[in-house]
């Protein structure tokens, strides 16, 4: 099993930065991806940024908006926000997924939210 605690989430004005971390209990190197989700009220749940295979990936929205890093010897990965949006507001999810014994695994931290608005 694997534990993601997130923090960074609050409230900001339209155009300013946030940035969010996920601290994982084990190393990223152990894991076959971490990334971010997002969740609007009402909306399903979207990946906005992920790593996986030494690889980043974005949801088209936040390109060019939205930063993914990681730095292994804390075990944590960061979500950096600039040019936020209003509709960029959601509760923010971080997730890991890695292979166990008997397939794929994954795993979730609580959340945190993430409110733009002037």
């Known amino acids: 099993q694997v534990q993601l605690v997130e923090s960074g989430g609050g409230l900001v004005q339209p155009g300013g930065s946030l940035t969010l971390s996920c601290a994982a209990s084990r190393s990223l190197d152990s894991l076959t991806s971490i990334g971010w989700f997002r969740q609007a009220a009402g909306k399903e749940r979207e990946l906005v940024a992920v790593?996986?295979?030494?690889?980043?990936n974005y949801l088209a929205s936040v390109k060019g908006r939205f930063t993914i890093s990681r730095d292994n010897a804390k075990n944590t990965v960061y979500l950096q926000m600039n040019s936020l949006k209003v509709e960029d507001t959601a509760e923010y999810y971080c997730n890991a997924e890695w292979e166990g014994n008997y397939g794929p695994l994954g795993s979730w931290g609580q959340g945190t939210q993430v409110t733009v608005s002037s």
């Open positions: 790593i996986t295979g030494g690889m980043t």
